[in-house]
Each structure stands twice: as C-alpha cells, then as structure tokens.
C-alpha cells in the first residue's frame, strides 16, 4: 500500500516528503526524473505510550510506502505521465501552498490556495472524464459488433461512471457493487482515490482556524480531509538535537506534537488502514492492516503460520490499558476479551494471538 505526494511546483512537497520518510532527496533523485520511493513511519502516541509501559528490547512502529510524484506542470499533465503516476499508487496527499514568500516564486504569479485546489482537481476528474468517454465509444463500437454479455454489463458501470464524472464529482464519492468494482480494478481512475489535503502555512497560520474550517467547509463534500503543516516550522523541529528541545520549541508554538505526525497517521487512514498492536519485554510493535480485517487476517500480517493455525485472539483495548496501567490489572477488571475467526480488529487493539500449527 502507497500513498503518492503530488503538488505545483514550490508548495513544500519535497520538504514534507523528506520529513515524512527521513530520506534526504539528492540530486541524483531529481536528474533522474523518476518518482522518488521511500518509507515512512507512523508516529502514533499510542505506540509511544506501549514502549513507555513496556520498556521493550525492540520496538517496531507501522510503515507505509511513499512516492513523490513529478510536480504537476503543463508539461506533465499534457504527455500524462503523472495520471499514470498517481493511477498506480493507492491514495494521494496533495500538498498546497499557502504560505506567502516573495523569494519563491509560484507558477500561477499570486497565493491562493482554493484556486491551486480546484486546478488539480479538475485535471483530476477531466482525466477520468477522458478515460471514460473512449472506454465508452469501445465497448460501443464491440457492442454493435457482437453481443456480449460481459461486455454490455462493462459498458452499464462505464456509462454510470461518466455521468457521475460529467456532475465534476470524484469517483471516490460514487457507490459502486463489489463486482462493478472488480470491473474497472484495472482502469487508471485517478479520482478513485482517497485523498487528503496538506495546507502548507507560515508559522502565524498554523493555528488558524477560519482557514481550515473555510478549506473543510469547502471540501468535506467531496471526501477530502484537510489538515494545515508549515514545512518551514516541521524543519526547524527537526532539526533540535533532543527531544526535550523538539518539546520546548512545540510550547513557545503552543501545539502539542509535530504536523508531520498527523499527517503520517491520515497517509495511514486514506490507505483505508488501522493499527493494531503485540506487545511484551521483547517487542512492542506497531500493525497496519485492512479496516474490517479479520482476527485471522490481522494474525496473518504478522506471519502466514499464525492464520493458518489461528485458535482465538486475546484482545485488549488500549483505553483499557492505558486506564488501568497494566495487563495484569486490565485481567483483573476482565477486560481481555476472547475472540474466535469471526472478530473484526479494531483500531488500537492489543492482540495476542494462539494458534497450533
């Protein structure tokens, strides 16, 4: 699972990209011309709260897949190449600016960050538009050749789907079967895709509440989340040696983690994923699995032999724990639960797996 960084030019996506993945892009990265690829780690407070607790000997966080895509230029958009790009990754963080720095320039001559919104996503949906209207005049043209049953049914979800893309609406809002899903699997819908907003401000804005409300207001409707970070103010926390200097830097600004963390843990909810945890002296570790996944599922993340031999799931809430202060405590209160094959894992659950193989 990936989630793809796209942005205009000069909004701040490298930065944020090279803050999420601690990958420092080098120039031989961007003579390449290629998406550049890295890791990043979810900074959970949940997690740190387990190693605090359980003072492991190793200690893994969740990690996701990150590609930094080409900038988003008239070049691009017209060769196509970066719909490809975006087609081939599961969810996207589009990166806006809307800070004002008159030593960096900005594509369109002023600041102004719904308009830069509304420019991408158009060239969004006018892509899927496109894509549709030819799938559209095939299936047409093969209809008229020769019925085909599998082929007129393509050609119902097609014809829905162009009329949903004509309203200039994303195909994430659309509803569509499990098996109409299945049959555009393959098709390069860019604005399938979950997606979700970073607003790159300057320091005064970063607590500027009309501003996201505004850009919440503007946007929830079409299923995007919007979250404000200041790459020049998550670089300079970066940058502090310890981390009681990150904490003290973080007061004078009067928040109470890094934007950067967030945006980790909603790159991790777009990609339609929840964590669960295993815990103990030797490991905490930190589990990203499917939203709805299974007990025997969220067991096989961990290894294949754990699903094949699943007996049940020993589960702790992490409220509970947290609230109680132990495992022993959380027993005591009969707060570990037993579930079998059928449990569904929640977000932040504490599992302990039996299984015989």
């Given at each position: ?16 990209f090279?803050l999420?993945t ?11 011309n ?15 709260k ?6 492991p000997?190793?200690?893994?966080r969740?990690?996701?897949?990150i590609?930094?895509?080409p ?12 719909f490809?790009?975006?087609a081939?990754t ?9 800070f ?5 320039y ?11 919104i ?6 969004l ?7 549709a ?26 014809a ?9 609406l ?20 860019v ?6 907003l970073a607003v ?21 409707h ?6 404000l ?9 970066a ?9 003290e830097f ?34 905490v ?20 032999d754990?699903?094949?031999g699943?007996?049940?799931?020993e ?6 724990l947290?609230g ?34």
């Amino acid at each position: 699972m990936k989630i793809g960084i796209i942005g205009l030019p000069q909004t701040g996506k490298k930065t944020l990209f090279e803050l999420l993945t601690n990958h420092k892009i080098s120039e031989k990265d961007l003579a390449s011309n290629k998406n550049i690829k890295s890791i990043a780690e979810i900074k959970d407070p949940r997690y740190d709260k387990l190693v605090e607790l359980y003072k492991p000997k190793k200690n893994v966080r969740a990690r996701i897949d990150i590609e930094l895509l080409p900038k988003i230029e008239k070049d691009a958009i017209t060769k196509g190449d970066i719909f490809k790009d975006i087609a081939e990754t599961d969810a996207i963080c589009h990166v806006v600016r809307a800070f004002k720095d008159d030593s960096v320039y900005h594509i369109n001559g002023t600041v102004d960050p719904k308009r830069d919104i509304d420019s991408v996503n158009s060239e969004l949906i006018l892509h899927d538009l496109i894509f549709a209207e030819k799938r559209l005049e095939k299936l047409d043209l093969d209809l008229r050749k020769a019925k085909d049953e599998a082929k007129a049914k393509e050609r119902d979800v097609v014809a829905r789907i162009k009329a949903h893309i004509e309203k200039e609406l994303p195909l994430r809002l659309l509803e569509l079967r499990p098996e109409e899903k299945r049959t555009v699997a393959s098709y390069p819908f860019v604005t399938l895709k979950e997606m979700i907003l970073a607003v790159n401000v300057s320091e005064d804005d970063l607590k500027n509440k009309a501003l996201l409300d505004d850009l919440n207001k503007k946007y929830e409707h079409l299923k995007i989340e919007v979250m404000l970070v200041s790459a020049k103010v998550e670089s300079e926390i970066a940058s502090l040696e310890t981390e009681k200097e990150q904490q003290e830097f973080l007061s004078a600004l009067g928040i109470e983690e890094p934007a950067i963390n967030m945006l980790s843990r909603l790159c991790i909810r777009a990609l339609n994923l929840i964590s669960f945890f295993t815990v103990g002296e030797d490991e905490v570790r930190q589990w990203p699995v499917k939203r709805n996944s299974s007990a025997p599922e969220a067991a096989g993340a961990i290894h294949s032999d754990l699903q094949k031999g699943f007996i049940r799931a020993e589960v702790i809430k992490f409220a509970d724990l947290e609230g109680l202060g132990s495992e022993e405590k959380v027993k005591e209160a009969g707060k570990l639960s037993l579930k079998g094959k059928d449990y569904i894992v929640e977000d932040g659950d504490i599992i302990n797996i039996r299984f015989n193989v």
